[in-house]
């Protein structure tokens, strides 16, 4: 599987936010009822998601989808 180094970007900024909220993977998956396996592997990065998903992730996080993804100097860092 090649690396997506923004997803994982991406996936860093959520475990973030959802341990601020003091959410396990579990509960938090469960909350935005989504599966918890396929959630984890958002989290590390291992699966692109779809718009609608991530505006769940987001709604379940009380934050703005564009707080989710690096910026545009980090992007150039990573690509």
């Known amino acids: 599987m090649k ?4 997803a994982i970007s991406v996936g860093k900024r959520i475990r973030k ?3 601020q909220l003091e959410f396990s993977q579990e509960a938090f998956a ?3 009822n989504l599966d918890r ?5 958002i989290e ?3 699966r692109n998601i779809s718009v609608y998903t991530l ?3 987001a709604k379940g996080l009380k ?3 564009s707080d989710l993804f690096p910026t ?5 860092k990573i690509i």
Do not use: P, Q
Request: glycine fraction near 6%; aromatic fraction near 4%.
């Open 17 to 19: 936010c959802r341990e």
């Open 44 to 46: 590390r990065g291992e």
């Open 55 to 57: 505006a769940r992730i």
């Open 30 to 32: 469960d909350h935005i």
């Open 72 to 76: 545009l100097h980090e992007i150039n």
């Open 37 to 41: 396996s396929n959630y984890g592997a």
């Open 63 to 65: 934050a703005e989808v």
């Open 3 to 6: 690396t997506n180094k923004v």
